[in-house]
């Protein structure tokens, strides 16, 4: 099944604790990138990669590291996670070269909570 | 500068009623367009899509209606099931298929049994 799947779904974690948020795609995509969706304010891009060893920051980067050393694999990396990091996380994949419909498909979601 | 935006926060319609949900968008050189359902707990599914050469296309159940004079989107659902009650956002393309999308603040429709 094609699917972006992300790790944990749930997290509980405390200030400066680093941590990382895993997620990867069986679609062959391009381009992943990752988004924090937050009440009133919608879905926010944070990084995103075109391909491979190429990263960009998207609208609200800071606090976050990201990282493509392979085409399936895309990890958000906080290294010191505060309290207005608490947010629901989204990562999403598409191969916009490809043609006609790239839409994102999306993974699940990772719910942070920092205290 | 770029924002897509959605007229109404809150949609309320009868089971069995049509529902349409509406998007401006502010980039007159978007040329790809998409809208999303979330349903709580869940991350934005893909429902349909539409390209700046077309100003309707059909799905099942759904049609997106685009109007590129006045730079607006929508998306009408038929004969509205309680499984459709969700978040809906629409999305714009406008950086010429790098692949960006940018992203409305959200529809909620609530379907009424």
């Known amino acids: 099944e094609a699917q972006v799947t992300q790790n944990p779904r749930y997290l509980i974690t405390v200030t400066g604790k680093k941590l990382t948020v895993t997620c990867s795609q069986n679609m062959n995509h391009e381009y992943m990138s990752w988004y924090r969706q937050d009440p009133g304010l919608g879905l926010r891009q944070i990084y995103y990669?075109?391909?491979?060893?190429?990263?960009d920051k998207g609208d609200v980067p800071e606090g976050y590291k990201v990282s493509r050393k392979e085409k399936r694999n895309f990890p958000l990396i906080l290294e010191s996670p505060s309290p207005n990091q608490t947010s629901l996380y989204f990562c999403?994949?598409?191969?916009?070269?490809?043609?006609?419909?790239?839409?994102?498909?999306f993974g699940s979601g990772t719910r942070l909570t920092v205290v | 500068g770029e924002s897509v935006g959605l007229h109404l926060p809150t949609l309320s319609v009868q089971e069995g009623d049509n529902s349409i949900i509406n998007c401006a968008y502010s980039n007159s050189a978007s040329d790809y367009f998409i809208w999303y359902k979330q349903e709580s707990g869940k991350g934005p599914q893909f429902i349909i899509d539409?390209?700046?050469?077309?100003d309707k296309r059909q799905g099942q159940r759904v049609t997106v209606l685009l109007n590129k004079t006045v730079k607006h989107l929508s998306l009408q659902i038929a004969a509205t099931q309680p499984g459709d009650s969700a978040v809906y956002f629409c999305?714009?393309?406008?950086?010429?298929?790098?692949?960006?999308?940018?992203f409305g603040q959200g529809t909620t429709l609530q379907v009424k049994p």
């Open positions: 990669s075109m391909n491979v060893e190429v990263t």
């Open positions: 539409i390209r700046s050469n077309m």
């Open positions: 999403a994949s598409s191969n916009p070269r490809a043609g006609g419909r790239y839409g994102y498909t």
């Open positions: 999305a714009e393309d406008g950086s010429s298929n790098t692949g960006k999308l940018i």
